[in-house]
Nanobody
Framework: EVQLQASGGGLVQGGGSLRLSCAAS????????IGWFRQAPGKEREWVSL????????YYADSVKDRFTISSDNTKNTVYLQMNSLEPEDTAIYYC???????????????????WGKGTQVTVSS
């Protein structure tokens, strides 16, 4: 059974930090890319960051670049998202997902995420 378990969310003041974890099981971890996505109330889900478990390549949305860091511990099948300098606009439910990605000149990074976990709530107060 495939499982992706996100944890580490919580309530933090603006400017603070949180570290999210995504523990994966039930599939060959290093054959997939693991991504973090988020959805704020009333908004569409948006991509946040992604790491290729096979080669460690990382990608970030412009809104979180230089504030968030994604990393992977392949021995534990776990991906982390270190979030610093949090802003109220970062408030959302954060989901991790496993799948594939590719890049095109026209659309940039595109995803085919096959497995999704339940989210973890991140709330940033002003």
């Amino acid at each position: 059974e495939v499982q992706l378990q996100a944890s580490g969310g919580g309530l933090v003041q603006g400017g603070g930090s949180l570290r999210l974890s995504c523990a994966a099981s039930g599939f060959t971890f290093d054959e997939y890319a693991i991504g973090w996505f988020r959805q704020a109330p009333g908004k569409e889900r948006e991509w946040v960051s992604l790491i290729s478990a096979s080669d460690g390549l990382t990608y970030y949305a412009d809104s979180v670049k230089d504030r968030f860091t994604i990393s992977s511990d392949n021995t534990k099948n776990t991906v982390y998202l270190q979030m610093n300098s949090l802003e109220p606009e970062d408030t959302a439910i954060y989901y991790c997902a496993a799948g594939f990605y590719w890049s095109t000149v026209v659309k940039g990074l595109e995803f085919d995420m096959r497995y999704w976990g339940k989210g973890t709530q991140v709330t940033v107060s002003s």
